[in-house]
């Protein structure tokens, strides 16, 4: 016998009883960004790597260090997207749909980056982002944030709290980098190996080092609102006045800066204690800066990337359980019934739409197929045997409920279960 090949380390199945949490997740997330005028759109798994390389920065942990990159046929060098935006503006751009009305335009699906696989951080990860394009203010921030409280708000989560903070334009952060860079040198000893290897490549990131010598440095090195000009300083102030005014709780966080070298003006994340280390479960900001370095004229854009991941975790802790199991399971004994059957439960699917039916196949006796019904979680079990089809009726036995089994006329089946259905949602 074979060795049983296991699924690629850091790449996990999604098993059915949690893909009922995914399907929450992704449909009241696609509803939401409806409401606020997103559209989707899809953007391929694999780009060119040079894509990836220009956006995100070639001194980047990301391209340096995790990205999946292969030579393919024609020798060009590709990469799986470790992240959504840089695809995103690839796009737009490619097929003209920017400088023109602000787009609001949203995505789903799998990144890949090989880390090292922990909870909450995984190879292949799942992410939700929202890019608008065209629209320079601090007004369409907060909508962006007031989006994504909605969201919490909608899934029944709490403990998610958001930290803000500006990084300014590129000759203010420039300023800033060179002052960072000369309080750095000073403690140089004193950092970890990784904030050492950054200092010249990309020095804001020391600042969000999670090495507990460095972050004594750190506490003590030159703040950037310090280097803000007057421009950057009454963006981010609009931004935390409309926050303020639409009851969004927020903290300034002078050390987030995010990982990617394409943001600029206003970062953001959305932090919770409740999944340890790994407590990002959405993050973005505005990236005025990216359009140009990926070859076209500038252009505002700004968004965010939220972790499918770890959202479904904190669902999971919120408690209760998420119901998909078939509502109604149609138990069939006798000549005859299958057939009957089979074209009960179309007809059931067709008028019925909110109800789920599994019909019971491959025969078995009353008890066998009870049994099943009552495994497959059903709520109802409708009884169809020889007498029941010769008689034009259904018997009803209620799985979930302490109640007399009735009988109901097989071609009033549909308006029956109607009403049922109705009174279990007032319930």
């Not at 500006?166 to 970890?192: I, N, P, Q, T």
């Not at 599994?358 to 007498?387: E, H, Y």
Request: hydrophobic share 40%; net charge neutral.
């Amino acid at each position: 016998m074979s060795e049983r090949i296991q699924s690629v380390k850091g790449m996990h199945d999604l098993l059915p009883a949690d893909v009922a949490y995914w399907q929450r997740l992704e449909r009241c997330a696609a509803d939401i960004l409806g409401r606020y005028g997103y559209r989707e759109m899809r953007i391929p798994v694999v780009e060119k790597t040079a894509l990836f390389k220009r956006a995100i920065g070639e001194t980047t942990d990301v391209v340096e260090k995790e990205m999946y990159t292969f030579e393919d046929r024609n020798g060009d060098y590709l990469s799986l997207r470790p992240e959504g935006t840089a695809g995103v503006v690839r796009a737009v751009l490619q097929h003209g749909l920017l400088y023109g009305p602000p787009l609001r335009l949203w995505y789903i699906g799998p990144m890949f980056r090989r880390e090292r696989p922990q909870r909450g951080r995984l190879r292949q990860f799942h992410q939700i982002g929202a890019e608008v394009f065209g629209l320079p203010g601090p007004d369409i921030e907060a909508e962006l944030l007031a989006l994504c409280a909605r969201l919490w708000s909608e899934l029944g989560l709490s403990g998610i709290r958001l930290e803000l903070n500006s990084l300014g334009l590129a000759e203010e952060r420039g300023k800033y980098r060179e002052a960072l860079v000369d309080y750095l040198r000073e403690h140089l000893d004193s950092l970890d190996a990784d904030s050492r290897a950054r200092l010249h490549k990309n020095p804001l990131r020391v600042l969000d080092s999670k090495h507990e010598g460095t972050q004594e440095i750190v506490a003590q090195a030159p703040r950037l609102s310090d280097y803000l000009g007057q421009e950057s300083r009454r963006h981010f102030d609009a931004l935390c006045g409309y926050l303020e005014a639409l009851g969004i709780e927020y903290r300034v966080n002078p050390h987030l800066v995010r990982g990617l070298d394409y943001y600029s003006q206003t970062v953001f994340e959305w932090i919770t204690d409740r999944l340890g280390a790994q407590g990002t479960v959405c993050a973005g900001g505005r990236y005025d800066g990216l359009i140009p370095i990926q070859g076209g004229k500038p252009w505002p854009g700004v968004g965010f990337a939220m972790g499918l991941e770890r959202l479904v975790e904190l669902m999971k802790s919120a408690g209760g359980q998420l119901e998909d199991a078939p509502a109604i399971y149609l138990v069939l004994v006798g000549d005859g019934t299958r057939q009957a059957g089979l074209q009960l439960a179309e007809l059931l699917r067709e008028r019925c739409p909110q109800l789920g039916v599994l019909m019971n196949a491959c025969g078995g006796s009353f008890k066998a197929q009870f049994k099943r019904a009552d495994r497959s979680g059903a709520s109802l079990a409708l009884v169809l045997g020889k007498a029941e089809l010769a008689e034009g009726r259904l018997g009803v036995k209620f799985l979930r409920e302490d109640r007399d089994q009735e009988n109901i006329p097989i071609d009033a089946a549909a308006q029956w279960l109607g009403r049922w259905l109705a009174a279990q949602q007032q319930r």
